[in-house]
Nanobody
Framework: QVQLVESGGGLVQAGGSLRLSCAAS????????MAWFRQAPGKEREFVAV???????????DYLDSVKGRFTVSRDNAKNTVYLQMNSLKPEDTAVYYC?????????????????WGQGTQVTVSS
């Protein structure tokens, strides 16, 4: 069983930045596909970013179109942690952000394909 714990959420003004962290338990973190999703009030959960590490400096990352150029996903395998750096935040980025993990290879955006989920962290962007 893998446990995921997010942190780093909060209240920020539009144009500001936040960095979310997701700490994972487990000995094979480096082999997991890690992703971030978000859910705004009254809306469905949506994919934000995915990170798959292939070894050395080789990795795959992909993003929701509306966050490309503003958000960056990264990971530190030594710390079993994945990050989401969010810059130039907009009010429409307001949501609960969830970290997700999948044990096997996957680089997609379908939430049902992920095996483990964190409890979420609230991000609120004021205008």
């Amino acid at each position: 069983q893998v446990q995921l714990v997010e942190s780093g959420g909060g209240l920020v003004q539009a144009g500001g930045s936040l960095r979310l962290s997701c700490a994972a338990s487990g000995r094979t973190f480096s082999s997991y596909t890690m992703a971030w999703f978000r859910q705004a009030p009254g809306k469905e959960r949506e994919f934000v970013a995915v990170h798959r590490w292939s070894g050395g400096s080789i990795y795959y990352a992909d993003y929701l179109d509306s966050v490309k150029g503003r958000f960056t996903v990264s990971r530190d395998n030594a710390k079993n942690t994945v990050y989401l750096q969010m810059n130039s935040l907009k009010p429409e980025d307001t949501a609960v952000y969830y970290c997700a993990a999948r044990r096997t290879y996957y680089t997609g955006s379908h939430s049902e394909e992920y095996d483990y989920w964190g409890q979420g962290t609230q991000v609120t962007v004021s205008s």
